[in-house]
């Protein structure tokens, strides 16, 4: 098997009935892009920058963000690169912001809500992000997002931090994406509404799930209520791929989900145009969608999405995958 995959490097990624998907990757910091390489990946759809502000006293300067955000868009030679900005906050912590704790730090103050909050922090990192746009390839990804009225306001921040660098006479790259991850309900139901201002959807299923299903993605005593498969997400997933192909634009998923041997082929079916996962993970997804049908799973994603639970889904998967 591992003979196989190793073939499928350098090959893009299409079904057995010729539809195209990207296979790309989630990193952490630059040093991850030898395995992304390595394993066939066709570009980088989550950056989480949060490692860059982490295990350190204080803030990454403008300079260190933006040596590590050109080093991974040199590294990829032109290949698509979705950077996250700052996702601090709920399990993530960084003890020189002194932020008080909170009684429920998931549904508290982090991610956009900080950085919008605490501009200073945002704007560095936009800045960053700009001045390494001309290297590459760069989409730019808001985390958390609850409203259009914070996605407005995250967009407008970015352009008044580009045409600050452009009256310097700073090189930016025209056209960056800005796109939102979609992991709070709330975004997923009004996807129609986000897909008419934001250039792309990345769904992150390890927050949306966590959030639709009201259990803490951290405890083990609920942790049967992480149910991927179950009709309540992927119905939510469906709206948000629909949502976006209305308006022309792509849809993507960066969450654990992405890379899941059973997920894959409903994923495939509802039209998702993005898989974002672990490296390692990558040859396999691609060997397993080039045995599938788009066309198959189309019919197969419609009928598990009026099933019952999650092992319905599940068996209903397995079933139709073991029989192509
Ligand atoms: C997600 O929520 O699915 C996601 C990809 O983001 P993180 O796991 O970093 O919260
Ligand atoms: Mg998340």
């Not at 501009?119 to 808001?142: H, N, P, V």
């Not at 490296?279 to 396999?284: F, V």
């Not at 197969?300 to 999650?310: F, H, I, P, R």
Request: net charge negative; charged share 25%; glycine share 8%.
């Amino acid at each position: 098997q591992k003979a196989e995959w190793a073939k499928l490097v350098n090959e893009q990624t299409v079904s057995k009935d010729g539809h195209h998907v990207e296979l790309v990757a989630n990193i952490g910091t630059p040093k991850d892009l030898e395995g992304v390489i390595n394993n066939g990946g066709e570009g980088v759809g989550l950056y989480r920058t949060e490692f860059l502000y982490m295990g350190r006293e204080q803030l990454p300067t403008e300079e260190e963000q933006f040596e590590a955000y050109k080093a991974v868009l040199e590294g990829l030679k032109g290949k698509p690169v979705v950077v996250r900005t700052l996702d601090i906050g709920g399990d993530k912590e960084l003890p020189y912001l002194n932020l008080p704790k909170e009684m429920n730090p998931f549904l508290g103050y982090r991610a956009i809500r900080l950085c919008l909050d605490q501009q200073e922090i945002f704007r560095t990192q936009l800045r960053a992000l700009l001045r390494a746009s001309q290297y590459g390839d760069l989409k730019i990804m808001f985390p958390m997002i609850a409203t259009l009225g914070e996605f407005r306001q995250a967009k407008a921040i970015l352009e008044e931090e580009k045409q600050q660098l452009l009256a310097k006479g700073v090189t930016v790259a025209e056209g960056i994406e800005v796109g939102i991850m979609v992991e709070i309900p709330s975004t997923a139901v009004m996807a129609d509404t986000f897909a008419k201002e934001v250039d792309f959807f990345s769904i992150g299923t390890n927050d949306l799930i966590q959030y639709t299903m009201a259990a803490d993605r951290m405890n083990e005593r609920v942790s049967y209520l992480y149910q991927p498969y179950n009709p309540a997400i992927l119905r939510l997933v469906k709206m948000v791929i629909d949502a976006a192909h209305n308006e022309g634009k792509w849809a993507g998923m960066c969450g654990e989900m992405a890379g899941d041997e059973t997920a894959i082929p409903v994923l495939l079916g509802l039209g998702l145009d993005e898989f974002s996962m672990s490296a390692t993970s990558i040859l396999r997804a691609r060997s397993l969608i080039s045995k599938l049908s788009k066309e198959e799973m189309e019919a197969l994603a419609l009928s598990v999405l009026n099933l019952e639970t999650n092992d319905d889904v599940k068996a209903a998967v397995e079933a139709a995958v073991s029989k192509a």
